[in-house]
């Protein structure tokens, strides 16, 4: 992910995160799972600052929403999964980010409640022009 698009997604996610009066941390992370952006909001939960660093580079490890990753989890008994690779997080607020169709990184919000982090990381995505899912087979 490029450096200008890293802070692009920081300065939506801030935009949003404000405009609902939800104070998070958030977490940028290159294709590689490597931070490259990071924003910790006044009053945000401290304890939340690994959770949104590991959602982004969960989503990316996985190229998929840290959400559909707990899913996965829970329906095939994935016992211990969130152990692997220094620690997974297995619940909503995590978005892998594509660009035109391929994986240049992801995004992880932590402080507010599941639904609201997601939220307001597809936000970010949707409004930067990149896409939360992959190349699809759809004309």
Request: aromatic residues 4%; hydrophobic residues 40%.
């Amino acid at each position: 992910m490029l450096s200008e698009q890293s802070q692009q997604l920081l300065t939506l996610a801030i935009t949003t995160a404000r405009n609902t009066d939800v104070n998070v941390n958030i977490a940028i992370c290159d294709s590689g799972g490597n931070l490259c952006a990071f924003q910790r909001m006044d009053g945000s939960p401290l304890g939340s600052v690994e959770i949104a660093q590991k959602k982004a580079r969960s989503a990316v490890l996985f190229g998929a929403p840290t959400e559909a990753l707990g899913q996965l989890v829970r329906q095939q008994q994935l016992d211990s999964f969130e152990q692997t690779n220094g620690g997974l997080i297995l619940f909503a607020g995590g978005e892998p980010v594509f660009h035109q169709g391929k994986l240049i990184g992801g995004i992880g919000i932590s402080g507010g409640s599941a639904a609201e982090d997601k939220m307001i990381a597809l936000a970010a995505i949707n409004q930067a022009g990149l896409s939360p899912a992959g190349a699809t087979d759809e004309a």
